[in-house]
């Protein structure tokens, strides 16, 4: 092989390796984007949703009252309590970072993952409950546009009447053979 053979090759791969690390460089940085732009929607989904939840907090508290003036105590330290758990997971849902978020939900994953297991079962049996009843409804919309329109009736058309075995004129039905 010719000494000029070997330092072509060898800056064939020196270039292809630059642009291999250029092109990795590239890849990190739009995952890097794409991994920042993710966080940011959590952040401010979460931040949406910990307000809405802890408005329902409210709204739990406001019940737990009007039960205690109805003399219902009870279930007032019920509603009170449960005013409770909504507006503590209403200030972790707006308090909490993406980051917090996901370390909190694999914590509790790791402690119990029956209940992820389960969990995903419930939402996997409401997906497909969801679809099941999503498709009978586009099916029954596909048969009622596709079944053909009835026909108008036009001047002259007749139709035999009970009773009387005479066609009346403008019902829409052509006659028979034996009502004329």
Do not use: C
């Amino acid at each position: 092989m010719a000494p000029t053979d070997t330092s072509t090759s060898d800056q064939v791969k020196d270039r292809a390796a630059g642009v291999a690390g250029q092109a990795q460089e590239k890849a990190q940085q739009a995952a890097g984007q794409a991994r920042d732009q993710v966080r940011t929607q959590i952040d401010q989904r979460s931040t949406d949703a910990g307000r809405r939840v802890s408005e329902q907090g409210g709204d739990l508290r406001a019940v737990g009252e009007q039960l205690r003036q109805q003399g219902k105590e009870g279930p007032a330290k019920l509603a009170d309590q449960a005013a409770g758990h909504v507006e503590k997971a209403g200030r972790w849902l707006t308090d909490s970072d993406a980051d917090q978020i996901l370390h909190d939900v694999e914590d509790a994953a790791r402690k119990n993952p029956w209940a992820v297991v389960a969990g995903g079962l419930a939402l996997g049996f409401a997906a497909s409950r969801f679809l099941k009843a999503s498709s009978g409804d586009r099916y029954r919309s596909a048969s009622i546009d596709a079944r053909p329109l009835p026909r108008l009736p036009e001047p002259g058309d007749t139709m035999r009447t009970p009773g009387n075995g005479m066609a009346s004129p403008g019902t829409g039905a052509a006659p028979s053979a034996g009502a004329v």
